[in-house]
């Protein structure tokens, strides 16, 4: 997809973000299944992803959503915590209790990269 390929730059440029040829080469989309590109997807660059931490910029375009979720327990360790820091435009974000809670995301009408 034309979109994909191009938007991710101007976005993360807008945030001020430079990145290397490695890490362009390396961003990702996730459409968690759902086939729904328009609207619940996500682009996504990891410079670290373990079973209980991880480090990304995720790259949102106007009014795009990440589904609702949980980290659960695995194997017995709690689930993966969040940390979330803003980098450009705006991002609604709904956190509905404790860690293991449902929780989803949206960037604003500009797209956000969090």
């Known amino acids: ?52 931490c991880c480090a990304k910029e995720l790259i949102l375009f106007p009014v795009q959503t990440c589904p609702e979720h949980k980290h659960p327990p695995v194997e017995g360790e709690p689930g993966e915590e969040e940390t979330f820091r803003y980098r450009w435009s705006e991002v609604y974000l709904c956190v509905t209790g404790e860690p293991n809670t449902l929780h989803w995301f949206q960037g604003g009408p500009e797209g956000a990269v969090i």
């Open 1 to 52: 997809m034309k979109r994909q390929e191009k938007e991710p730059w101007n976005t993360l440029k807008k945030a001020g973000i430079v990145l290397t040829d490695a890490e362009k080469a390396n961003i990702e989309v996730a459409d968690f299944g759902l086939g729904d590109l328009e609207r619940t997807w996500l682009q996504l660059l990891t410079y670290i992803n373990s079973s209980r």
